[in-house]
């Protein structure tokens, strides 16, 4: 059961206090004194601000007295300028902490300006790739608030940014960039709308099923991460059908951060090669590209470790008794094939993705640092094969 790379040696962290409920936003004045700071940046985008949701924030600062900056100019999948205009703004407004609003975006620029703050060097010297630098610093007290329920970025220990000239979206991290306190509360998820409702939480899934089956896989993150799975077998259909199911919604909040904590320091497989790459090439969104891929590449995975995926069956509800192990395994392959067809997640082709970048896009993910990862051996055939199911 344990692969000999699991069990010669390794480390679980979780640097991040998670705070979580209906409500608990309303704590946010009390959560910045705990962290010992007096003027925090918001990092956020102008589709949180619209929705209201920078307001639910700013009351409870104001009320504690707290002074603050925003910067809402995070845009969908943030270059390396936009984290700098970050940093300006950080230095300008004389802050001396961060909060991270919003969907993985907003998150992961906190994070990357977090990065350049104490390092005083831009966030592509940090790029985690050969040649480039390890982080030094812990960045500055931190706490992250998700309105979406799929990135997990609150507690993850992962910025991905794009560097526009290699049209290419990079990791940097550890667990030196971790927020220091996330606040997980349903209730700022409740207006998010079907679609993004469904993309991000398959994103969720995705994230708890890349985990649990990668190399780098622990006890700690298979835990977590079997609950995660579990959490969106039973929540993202009810949370999609209606946002204003505030149960569905924290089970999904909670989903999306148990398998963020799954994460660990180490990252997932296919889906996140290809959907990383394709990201940087096209500007889709994340979670939708994501959910058009996950079935996919499970399909092609499961002989890579058919336990496991019997088990991620399970998780999602399938009656296995009297299955063989590989039936099982395969029947997840289905159970996830049908909630993306419950919950309407559109295919590469609706996302406007031309099936003629096949070729460069399966290689440009056979490339990605996440390949290694991925349970299956996988070359650049493999991952034609998987993409061309995905139109
Ligand atoms: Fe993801």
Redesign the pocket.
Known sequence: MFRFEQIKGNEFELPTKVVHGIGVTKELGKRIKELGVEKPLIVTDEGVKNAGLLEKIEEPLKEAGISYAVFDGVVADPCINTVAKGTSCYKEEGCDSLIGLGG?SSMDTAKAIGVEVVHDEPVLEYEAAEGKKPLQYRVPPFVTIPTTA???SEVTMWA?IKDPAREFKFNTGGPLIAAYTAIVDPELHVSMPPHVTAGTGM??L??AIECYTCHYAQPHTDAVALLAIEYAGKYLRRAVGNGQDIEARYGMAISANLAGISYGSES?GA??AM??TLGGIVSVP??SA?AATLAPSMEYNWIGDPYKFARIAQALGVDTFNMSLEDAARASVDAVYELTEDIDAPTLTDLGVDEGMLSRLAKEAYHDPQTIGNPRDIDIKGYEEIYRKCF
Do not use: N, R
Request: hydrophobic share 30%.
């Open positions: 993985g799929g990135t997990g991905v994103d969720a995705c994230h997932a889906v996140h959907t990383q994340h979670g994501v």
